[in-house]
């Protein structure tokens, strides 16, 4: 179980508080958490191919909990928000986030902003003010 932050507007609502000034707080609320590659086992899933990850800053404890999935024979893409903002409330920055990608053998890339997307080779940022970059294991 967790404590999780309800927002005024729902869209921060949070397992941490965050410097983040859209989060504003109402309310906390104990929740049952879960990890990925709990989940992934207890409903007996046998691939996950995409993951879109948005976890107010909780990106990099979210990798964590998906470590089997992540060095599986078929490791799924994922789609992550990087924000430095949110990610304050965990001790943690997009650049920690990235760091973690890299360390689960991932390469991160950019999307293009133009139609129909496309993805090009991100580069490390200094500081992370909202982006989402997708990240994939190349060699697949």
Known sequence: MSIFAISRDGAMN???????????????????????DDFVRQLRIERVAFIKIDGEGAGKLVLEGARSLLYS??????????????ASGFQSSGRDLWDAFVSYGYELFSLSGTSPCTIHPAQRKDKYIYENLVARKTSQ
């Open 73 to 86: 024979a078929n490791p799924p893409t994922i789609l992550c928000e990087f924000c430095d903002l949110t």
């Open 14 to 36: 949070s397992l941490a508080r965050s410097s983040h000034p859209g989060q504003q707080i109402v309310g906390w609320q104990t929740v049952e958490v879960i990890t990925l």
